[in-house]
């Protein structure tokens, strides 16, 4: 193992421990320029509809793949692939910590994205 390795996975530990924060380091690697994020809390989007991290998907992969395929992915899974929604609105229930409405306006009409816990649960049409 490198020193780097060693000094990143240290990092990665201690942001475990802190509970609740991040920690981002930038350094070189075999002569190439590396970034590294380690948190302990994953990535929402914000009433913005911005996410709180920068995520990289190619929305290919999920085109003409139906709705029931994309249950199961996080917020900003979401907004990687669709873009940007008109709307979001975030709240709590007694069922859940954190429960997000997103809203698309597609060719066939409005789509309200369903979250709870930051995982999709139905998309009404």
Do not use: H, W
């Amino acid at each position: 193992m490198t020193m780097n390795c060693v000094r990143y996975s240290t990092l990665a530990l201690i942001a475990t421990l802190l509970g609740g924060c991040a920690i981002q380091a930038t350094g070189f690697v075999n002569d190439k320029s590396v970034s590294v994020r380690a948190a302990t809390t994953e990535a929402v989007v914000a009433e913005d509809g911005k996410c709180t991290a920068t995520i990289s998907i190619d929305p290919a992969l999920f085109r003409n793949k139906p709705d029931e395929g994309l249950l199961g992915m996080t917020e900003c899974e979401i907004v990687a692939i669709k873009g940007t929604p008109l709307s979001v609105q975030t709240g709590s229930s007694s069922t859940s910590r954190r429960e997000t409405t997103m809203l698309y306006m597609e060719p066939t009409g409005k789509a309200v994205f369903l979250f709870s816990d930051n995982r999709l649960i139905k998309i009404v049409r």
